[in-house]
Structures are given as C-alpha cells and as structure tokens.
C-alpha cells in the first residue's frame, strides 16, 4: 500500500506556481520522498526527489517539512504542458509503489 | 534520443492466446521493471530485474513472466491473457536503487478480445 495521502485534484492558473501538498506522516528515517509526474498516454516522469533537505532543480522544488511528515512540490511558473497526475512516493530501496496521485489541472 | 523503448505501442491479442512485450534501453542500467496500470488507476509493480536476478512482487499472478536474455532487452510474457489483463504495461530502468531515477518507456497498451 501506498505511504502517501495527496488531494486527488487540483486547480491552478497558467503562470501561477502550482503547490502540491504530500502527508507521509509514517515515513522512517531513511526514506526519501519521490515525485514523479504522468501526462496522458506518457510513462511517469521523473521530477525530484529528497531525503530531509529542500531541494531545486530545473523542474521544481521539494519543500519537506521538519518533521519529515509532509512535503510540497512546487512548479513555480505552471503551464498547460504541466497538466499531469503527480505521484508523492516514499521510497526506502528498490521499490516504487506508485499512489493514487493528483491530477493537476492548470487552467488558461 | 530514446533511452526506454517499448515495442510494440499498441498490442492485440485474444482470450488465453499468449503474448509478449518487449523492452529495450540504450542506458546500460542495472534494474529493469515491470509496471501494469489499468484505466484510472496508478501504476502497479509487477517485477524487477536487478541484472539477472529477478525479484516478482508477492501479489503479481503466476500468469505473468519475465526474461532478461541480457542487459539491454527485457520482455513480459502473459501466457494466458484474460480481459482482466487488459492494461498499459510500462517498463521503466535504473541504474541501482536508493536515490536512483526511474526512467519509464511510453508504455504497451495492451488489448484483449
């Protein structure tokens, strides 16, 4: 079973930054959180990943929480090429189980 | 460049007839998986591979196998579809485990009549 909990929509306006909330309220200490993203008829797509630090790239950024309970994911210019399900995935080894996700849907 | 392929993209087949579905990649990664995810539903592990070392999830049915003859190829037989089986099936590589990106192909949608 998925560790996860995300909303399973979400609204956003084009240009706007788009903020995903996670709750992985039982994740141990050395799992790390994943996002991967999944546009329609695509295969997920990788988007960041972090262990207890805030983390950037060119995508997005990770924000975890203190407690490691929660984290967001923050796509800071949406677009309508961002529209997609967002999987938060807590992850300690070679597995990936995938929850139900968020579909994200950025509005023109 | 593609890095995960998947052939065929689109398959049909019918009721207990077997089939296969293939997966290359041009990345050299260790770990090759096997997802199925049906309409609306997140993807579901099926197996992986770490080089030849294969490890199958504890609810994947025993219709489901896999082969991976060397690093680059690896294939899903289903040897007796049923409707049930009707999915896409995505194929994804890494290069290890822990903090290593997953990299998915697009995806074998699979039919069956």
């Known amino acids: 079973d998925a560790k996860t909990t995300q909303p399973p929509s979400m609204d956003c306006a084009e240009g706007r930054a788009a903020n995903l909330p996670c709750n992985h309220s039982t994740i141990s200490g050395n799992e790390y959180v994943y996002w991967y993203r999944q546009i329609h008829s695509q295969g997920p797509q990788y988007i960041i990943h972090?262990?207890?630090n805030n983390e950037t790239n060119e995508m997005a950024s990770l924000i975890i929480t203190e407690d490691r309970k929660s984290s967001t994911l923050i796509l800071p210019h949406a677009t309508l090429r961002d529209t997609a399900v967002y999987y938060c995935?807590?992850?300690?080894?070679?597995?990936?189980?995938f929850g139900k996700g968020t579909r994200l849907h950025i509005l023109p | 460049d593609a890095m995960v392929i998947q052939n065929p993209r689109y398959q049909v087949t019918q009721f207990g007839k077997p089939v296969t579905l293939s997966c290359s990649q041009t990345l050299n990664h260790n770990v090759m998986y096997w997802y199925q995810q049906k309409s609306s539903q997140a993807p579901k592990l099926l197996f992986h591979?770490?080089?030849?070392?294969?490890?199958n999830e504890a609810d994947t049915p025993d219709n489901f196998q896999s082969r991976r003859p060397n690093t680059s190829f690896c294939f899903l037989d289903i040897r007796s579809p049923g409707l049930g089986d009707a999915a896409m099936y995505l194929c994804?590589?890494?290069?290890?485990?822990?903090?290593?990106?997953?990299?998915f192909g697009p995806g074998t949608r699979l039919t069956v009549l």
């Open positions: 591979y770490y080089d030849k070392d294969f490890n």
């Open positions: 994804a590589t890494s290069r290890g485990f822990r903090t290593y990106t997953q990299y």
């Open positions: 972090g262990l207890k």
């Open positions: 995935i807590v992850s300690l080894d070679d597995k990936i189980i």
